[in-house]
Structure formats: structure tokens, C-alpha cells
């Protein structure tokens, strides 16, 4: 699944270009909410086939992750990681490109965040550790996808391989790094743990850190770029045509690293904001998996780092509000990965229904009539 493709102007009016940008912004808005709608659909036929009461468990979701104050802070403190790392993906996605190793980047700038953290937070003042800790989360990241990025400009290595190896490396590096040289003194496999006076400052009157400013800042950051800035053009046409990218004096190997780099640091440094926000310690084996969780946001929000806001507080609600719904349905957590894959299911349904209406062909296929000749 690619960019959407640029539209170019023409000389119309712009009375006549009016219905034309309204009918085009309710079709976007249909593609991006319509595999929701139908994705929560279609699990309310899975929980009334297991006996469970859909609406009540919707209900739940929207109280627990939205009505209650503290459901409501905890949805937007979770917004912080899921929007950096949708603005890494979309960076290396609108080349064309897949990094499917965010969950080892994460991880891995994790452990060097919450191994370091309690020494440089004890040696320095809080805003200069902050910035340090964030500068070194950024650096790993982008560290963790120069193999892949390497491999891709130079070999054309299928990078959906390499990231996804890199990706299972970086967690069992992450993991041996807790248990090992960054193990604290507590008898739990985890590290030492940064005071909560030197966690990060939260927006007064609130429990919600200042990690949620630097997220909203940081996609607006990516949208100026790939919006604003020769990098992002380069990005598009690399993304659009590799060959015509090449012909039209883009290096492409350069951009693919810079590309991977971004996309990286940008993970990285959400390790750094979860950690220094919320946990200040990380225990072995901790993984929350929010890459593959992001991936199907990125798409719906067509690839634009300010449209994945929206998205971002309704994975937060339904995270925050779906672990007390699935308590009071007595479901598995994991039944939230459900409404995701189905999400997923109906986003490729709807982008291949789109698809082809675009090209003038039915839906349905045409059934040939008795004795019509072969065309």
C-alpha cells in the first residue's frame, strides 16, 4: 500500500474545483472511517456470538478510556508513543518503504533510556538528563535501522526481511541488556528506577506528562517537512517511482538511509518519552507492541502526520477503555487485537473497492453472456 497519488491542479474555477475537493474529502474520510465502523461491526456479531452483550461492552470502552477524568488523562498520556512512532512510519512509508522492526528500536532505546537513566538523571540537572536520555533513545533508533537502510540503498535487500530480523534481535538484545549490565539491585529481572521527582513534568492540574506536547509537536514537525520541504518531494517521488526518482537526479540510496534514520530516531525517541513519562524503569520481557498496532492508523490516516491525531486518541480510548471492558465481559486483553486485525481486513477491502472504482471497473463481475464472443 502506497502514498495516495498527487492530483494536479488545472486551470478551473474555483467554483467548479469546490464540489469536486468536497466530494474527494468525504471519499478520504469514508476510506479512513468506514473500516472502523465496519471493523466494530462485525465484532459486536463476535461477542454476541460468545454470548456478550456488544453494546454494554462498547459502553465500557468509551467510559473507562473517555468519560472517566482519569481514563480520559490516561488515553491522552498513551497518544504520546503512538504519535511519534505513526510519524516515523509515515516518513519511511511515503518512500515506499517498510520499517516493520519498530518494536526492536523501541525496545532497545527502552533498556539504554531505563539502564542509564537513574546515573545521568542523579549526575545532571532534570532538563539537561531529559535531553540527554532523549538524544541517546534517538540515537539507538536510528542506529537499529542502518543495517536494514544499508542493505536496501546499496543491495536492494526486500527491507521488510531485514527490519523484521533486526526487529526480533533488538528485543532479545533489549532483554539481556535488563537482565544483565542494566539489572538493578530488586531480586525482579528489571532495571533501577528514576525517581518519580525526575520523571517527566506533567501539565499542571493533570497526570499528563509533557512527553504528550512533544509528540504533537513532532508530527507537526513531519508534516511540515513532507509537506513543506524538497526532502519531503524527494521522499513522495522516490516513494512514487524509484526508477523516475533516479532519472530525475534523486539519490535515492542517501535518501533511503536519511529516511530509515528519521523513522528510527522518531521511535526511539517514544521509548524515551514512555519511559521517562510513565515507568522510569523498564522489567525484562516488557514489550507493549505498538508497532504493528500503529501500522493500520498510519494508513487510515492516508499517510498524513496531522490526520494520525484522531486515530491516535481512538487507539488510546480503545486501549485505555478495552483493558476494563474485556475485565467486565471476562475476555482475554487480548481480544482488542481482534478489533485491530479486523480493522486491517476492511482497510485493504475498502482501499481494493476504491481501487477500482478509480479504474472504472465494477465491483461485481460481470457475468459473460451465453454465446458473446471472446474478447
Same mark, same amino acid.
Given at each position: 500500500m502506497s502514498a495516495p497519488p498527487a492530483v494536479p491542479l488545472t486551470e478551473t474555477s474555483t467554483e467548479s474545483l469546490a464540489p469536486s475537493r468536497l466530494a474527494g474529502a468525504a471519499d478520504a474520510t469514508l476510506r479512513s472511517v468506514g473500516p472502523i465502523a465496519l471493523a466494530l461491526f462485525a465484532c459486536g456479531l463476535i461477542l454476541l456470538a460468545i454470548g456478550r452483550d456488544p453494546l454494554s461492552f462498547y459502553g465500557d470502552i468509551i467510559e473507562a478510556g473517555l468519560l472517566r477524568p482519569s481514563g @480520559?488523562?490516561? #488515553?491522552? %498520556?498513551?497518544?504520546a508513543p503512538v504519535l511519534l512512532i505513526a510519524g516515523g512510519l509515515i516518513i519511511v512509508f511515503r518512500a515506499n518503504l517498510w520499517n516493520l522492526g519498530s518494536d526492536g528500536q523501541f525496545l532497545l532505546a527502552a533498556a539504554m533510556v531505563a539502564g542509564t537513566?537513574?546515573?545521568?538523571?542523579?549526575?545532571l540537572p532534570a532538563?539537561?538528563? *531529559? !535531553?540527554?536520555?532523549?538524544?541517546?533513545?534517538? #540515537?539507538?533508533?536510528?542506529? *537499529? #535501522? $542502518?543495517?536494514?537502510? $544499508?542493505?536496501? !540503498?546499496h543491495y536492494g535487500m526486500n527491507e521488510i526481511i531485514t527490519t523484521l530480523m533486526m526487529t526480533f534481535i533488538g528485543i532479545g538484545a533489549a532483554n539481556l541488556l535488563v537482565k544483565g549490565p542494566f539489572k538493578g539491585s530488586s531480586t525482579v529481572p528489571? #532495571?533501577?528506577? &528514576?525517581? %518519580?521527582?525526575?520523571?517527566?513534568?506533567?501539565i499542571p492540574g493533570t497526570r499528563i506528562h509533557i512527553g504528550v506536547i512533544i509528540a504533537l509537536v513532532a508530527v507537526g514537525i513531519v508534516y511540515l517537512v513532507l509537506s513543506r520541504t524538497s526532502f519531503g518531494t524527494r521522499l513522495d517521488v522516490l516513494g512514487a517511482n524509484p526508477r523516475a526518482a533516479a532519472h530525475l537526479g534523486?539519490?535515492? +540510496?542517501?535518501?533511503?538511509?536519511?529516511?530509515?534514520?528519521?523513522?528510527?530516531?522518531?521511535?526511539?525517541?517514544?521509548?524515551?518519552?514512555?519511559?521517562?513519562?510513565?515507568?522510569?524503569?523498564?522489567?525484562?520481557? *516488557?514489550?507493549?507492541?505498538?508497532?504493528?498496532?500503529?501500522? +493500520? @492508523?498510519?494508513?487510515?490516516?492516508?499517510?498524513?502526520?496531522?490526520?494520525? &491525531?484522531?486515530?491516535?486518541?481512538?487507539?488510546? &480510548?480503545l486501549s485505555i477503555g478495552g483493558e476494563f471492558a474485556t475485565r467486565q465481559a471476562d475476555?482475554?486483553?487480548?481480544? @482488542?487485537?481482534?478489533?485491530?486485525g479486523l480493522v486491517l481486513i476492511f482497510m485493504v477491502a475498502t482501499q481494493y473497492l476504491s481501487d477500482?472504482? !478509480?479504474?472504472?471497473?465494477t465491483i461485481l463481475p460481470r457475468h459473460r453472456q451465453r454465446g458473446a464472443p471472446d474478447v
Open positions: @480520559l488523562q490516561d #488515553t491522552i %498520556t498513551r497518544m537513566g537513574p546515573a545521568i538523571m542523579g549526575a532538563p539537561l538528563g *531529559w !535531553a540527554l536520555l532523549c538524544v541517546i533513545a534517538m #540515537t539507538i533508533g536510528a542506529s *537499529w #535501522t $542502518l543495517i536494514p537502510a $544499508l542493505l536496501k !540503498a528489571q #532495571t533501577a528506577i &528514576v525517581p %518519580t521527582d525526575l520523571l517527566l513534568p506533567v534523486v539519490n535515492v +540510496p542517501r535518501v533511503i538511509v536519511v529516511a530509515f534514520a528519521a523513522s528510527g530516531a522518531l521511535i526511539g525517541l517514544a521509548a524515551a518519552v514512555d519511559i521517562l513519562g510513565i515507568f522510569g524503569y523498564m522489567r525484562a520481557d *516488557w514489550n507493549p507492541a505498538y508497532g504493528l498496532k500503529v501500522i +493500520p @492508523l498510519v494508513f487510515l490516516a492516508r499517510l498524513n502526520a496531522i490526520a494520525v &491525531v484522531p486515530f491516535a486518541a481512538f487507539f488510546g &480510548v475476555l482475554p486483553s487480548d481480544f @482488542l487485537l481482534l478489533v485491530i477500482k472504482r !478509480a479504474r472504472g471497473e
